[in-house]
T-cell receptor, first 119, second 111 residues
Framework: NAGVTQTPKFQVLKTGQSMTLQCAQDMNHNSMYWYRQDPGMGLRLIYY???????DKGEVPNGYNVSRLNKREFSLRLESAAPSQTSVYFC??????????????????FGPGTRLTVL | RKEVEQDPGPFNVPEGATVAFNCTYS??????FFWYRQDCRKEPKLLMS???SGNEDGRFTAQLNRASQYISLLIRDSKLSDSATYLC????????????FGPGTRLSVLP
């Protein structure tokens, strides 16, 4: 199992360019998440998908869109990149409500991250 | 007040020392609590879940104090490999739809 994979690992954009960050998991998890991590601020939730076919805004959704393409894949799109979106982006997944121990159901598995710089 | 607060550190301790971190949370309805470890420029990984009765995993002990709304992490006999940032994570419900991360506490274990 690869777990959670993300592409690309690094990206440099100019202000106003668009791009899509890809995320895939092979653990048959129900829920998927996109976070950004900035120095001193911890991880902040951008969007999440509780299950296939649903998406919801998190704490910092402005400037982003998401697509839950299928159960495996959850992509994050920046339509018009801004310097304030320079950050490290992590995708994560959880099994969520599928029975078994609650602590394991809510355990988050993270991808390796995408380091994005917007000039 | 931030939802989840942690002392950012850094905590610089010698090998073999015992070190403890606290994390406070503001939402009294929070149900699930976790400690994650994050190495420099890497993704967070689950260290341990925190149960109401407290739990231990080797050198690591986690405690929950609902009355005072904080969780703690105790590391005994620190190893150089324990150097990392420790993230406190709170889930206000049990549906896994809203995880709130603290900013993390940085630990450096010195030889």
């Amino acid at each position: 199992n690869a777990g959670v994979t993300q592409t690309p690992k690094f990206q440099v954009l100019k202000t106003g360019q668009s791009m899509t960050l890809q995320c895939a998991q092979d653990m048959n998890h129900n829920s998927m998440y996109w976070y950004r991590q900035d120095p001193g601020m911890g991880l902040r939730l951008i969007y999440y998908s509780a299950s296939e076919g649903t998406t919801d805004k998190g704490e910092v959704p402005n400037g982003y869109n998401v697509s839950r393409l299928n159960k495996r894949e959850f992509s994050l799109r920046l339509e018009s990149a801004a310097p304030s979106q320079t950050s490290v982006y992590f995708c994560a997944s959880t099994r969520s409500l599928s029975g078994g121990a609650l602590s394991e159901a809510l355990r988050q598995y993270f991808g390796p991250g995408t380091r994005l710089t917007v000039l | 007040r931030k939802e989840v607060e942690q002392d950012p550190g850094p905590f610089n301790v010698p090998e073999g020392a015992t070190v403890a971190f606290n994390c406070t949370y503001s939402n009294s309805a929070s149900q699930s609590f976790f400690w994650y470890r994050q190495d420099c420029r890497k993704e967070p990984k689950l260290l341990m879940s925190v149960y109401s009765s407290g739990n231990e995993d080797g050198r690591f002990t986690a405690q929950l104090n609902r009355a005072s709304q904080y969780i703690s992490l105790l590391i005994r006999d620190s190893k150089l490999s324990d150097s990392a940032t420790y993230l406190c994570v709170v889930n206000p419900d049990n549906y896994g739809q809203n995880f709130v991360f603290g900013p993390g506490t940085r630990l450096s274990v010195l030889p």
